[in-house]
């Protein structure tokens, strides 16, 4: 799930990924001002985002990304 601020987009448009697997994207449009906040199973995934990227080795329940 995403919730990204007008102009934020991703580059990955996927609405599943099989449990076990990785995931990433890119998101483009992301200014230094904003705060970016990846969940997985609820729980906030620390090191996830950096430099435009979310990457996640193991996707182990519902991922959600916001940017505001």
Excluded: C, F, H
Aim: glycine fraction near 14%; proline fraction near 1%; avoid cysteine.
């Amino acid at each position: 799930t995403y919730t990204l601020k007008s102009g934020v987009t991703s580059s990955n448009k996927r609405t599943s990924v099989p449990e076990g697997s990785a995931y990433s994207t890119t998101l483009k449009g992301v200014s230094g001002s904003d705060t970016v906040t990846v969940k997985m199973g609820g729980t906030t995934v620390s090191g996830a985002y950096s430099n435009g990227k979310v990457t996640i080795d193991s996707v182990t329940g519902n991922i959600v990304i916001t940017v505001a």
